[in-house]
């Protein structure tokens, strides 16, 4: 075997899925109870490694969501979301308390401008803090993630006291959120490779990312913290979240299984359930996926432009980099207008079982370019009428 062609070892990087938390926030996208058993039984059954599944003290009907799902669980760790008050993590070390595997995820505010405005509480306040609620919550469950919120516009030193405070507690999980959207790749990367440096005990904890999407960078921000030495990702469905929304699942996923030859990782994640989960997760919050969003939009693989589609009838790598299949779409799709050439027409005839003569062909093509100047979508059943027309009035 010569050494280019001897396999790598990949990194686990674990999935953390907070649809029906983050996911749920945004406006508009509350669902039922029966939706998010639907969407978490899904999530499981895709091989998501941990599904925050609501934020207990939130309502009633958050602790009954989050209990259920728990109670259901075949594989996932199930998350329960907590603000570093003890009533908070009593109840949601309440609603995990079934799981097979359950964590609390107890998170507190460390940026100048949210302690000064929303916590009202100097830094050794906040440390104080963390160091009390998350020594709680150890003593409710063994698995205890802790969230660093706006960690992005957090000092470095300050961020590091409070990472090496959380762990000192018991802290499994650090996570340093880019709350607000605002960090850069770089700027990501280089935060989580300091404080994993600077902390003394940093290597007790997995170190995870979350990303929103304010400025389009969530998922790049994502991959970067990953190679800053994250090995847990925060996404959800669609990237549905506050605001602009969270790193999507599919995306990272994707992402991840495509370009392994420049990230050396792996996910645990069925891809081929992708399709189903973004069609589940928008039909229960009646969100409509974005036409072009990659991965599960409706055009994610589907063809227009004529010398695409002759190079798809070629060869399917000239103009996909991933297969329908690996994401559980029957099909690339060649769509049918005014941008389609002779090479995808013919072959959207061998698909209808249409043989035509040459002369008969270009005739029928004629027409085609001719109603796709006038119409946006032309259908099968227009080209079936078209060839009847063509087979009436021309000559061989
Ligand atoms: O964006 C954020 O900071 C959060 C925390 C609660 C983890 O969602
Ligand atoms: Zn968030």
Not at 28 to 47: Q, Y
């Amino acid at each position: 075997m010569t050494a280019s062609s001897m396999p790598t070892q990949k990194d686990r990087v674990l999935i953390f899925d907070t649809t029906l938390r983050d996911g749920e926030q945004c406006p508009g996208a509350t669902m039922t109870l029966d939706e998010k058993l639907a969407v978490a039984e899904l999530l499981d059954a895709m091989g998501v490694d941990i599904i925050e599944a609501g934020f207990p003290i939130a309502s009633n009907g958050d602790f009954e969501a989050v209990a259920e799902i728990a109670r259901r669980a075949k594989r996932a760790t199930i998350a329960g979301l907590a603000r570093a008050i003890p009533a908070d993590i009593a109840r949601a070390g309440e609603a995990v308390r079934h799981a097979r595997r359950g964590r609390i995820h107890t998170f507190v505010s460390t940026s100048p401008i949210h302690l000064a405005h929303q916590m009202r509480k100097t830094q050794d306040e906040v440390i104080e803090i963390i160091l009390k609620t998350v020594s709680q919550a150890r003593d409710l469950v063994e698995d205890v993630e802790w969230s660093a919120m706006d960690a992005t516009r957090t000092p470095i030193d300050y961020l590091c006291r409070c990472v090496e405070a959380a762990i000192r507690s018991g802290a499994t999980t650090i996570n340093l959120p880019d709350t607000v959207g605002y960090a850069t790749p770089d700027e990501y990367r280089s935060m989580f490779r300091s404080v994993r440096e600077r902390v003394p005990n940093a290597d007790r904890a997995v170190f995870s990312v979350h990303c929103h999407n304010d400025l389009g960078l969530a998922i790049a921000n994502s991959l970067a913290g990953v190679e800053g030495g994250a090995r847990q990702v925060e996404c959800t469905i669609n990237g549905i979240g506050e605001r602009a929304g969270n790193a999507a699942l599919e995306e990272i996923v994707m992402a991840i299984r495509t370009r392994g030859d420049v990230m050396p990782y792996e996910t645990g994640i069925e891809t081929t359930m992708l399709t189903r989960a973004s069609k589940l997760v928008s039909h229960a919050t009646n969100f409509p996926v974005q036409y072009n969003k990659a991965i599960v939009g409706r055009n994610a693989f589907a063809h227009e432009s004529g010398i695409h589609q002759d190079g798809m009838l070629k060869h399917t790598e000239t103009y996909e980099i991933m297969t329908p299949a690996s994401v559980g779409v029957s099909k690339t799709s060649l769509v049918m207008g005014k941008h389609s050439g002779r090479a995808a027409f013919r072959s959207k005839l061998e698909e209808l079982g249409i043989t035509l003569s040459d002369n008969r062909m270009q005739d029928a093509f004629e027409r085609f370019k001719a109603l796709a100047d006038r119409k946006k979508h032309v259908y099968d059943e227009d080209i079936e009428a078209l060839v009847d027309e063509n087979l009436a009035t021309a000559h061989d």
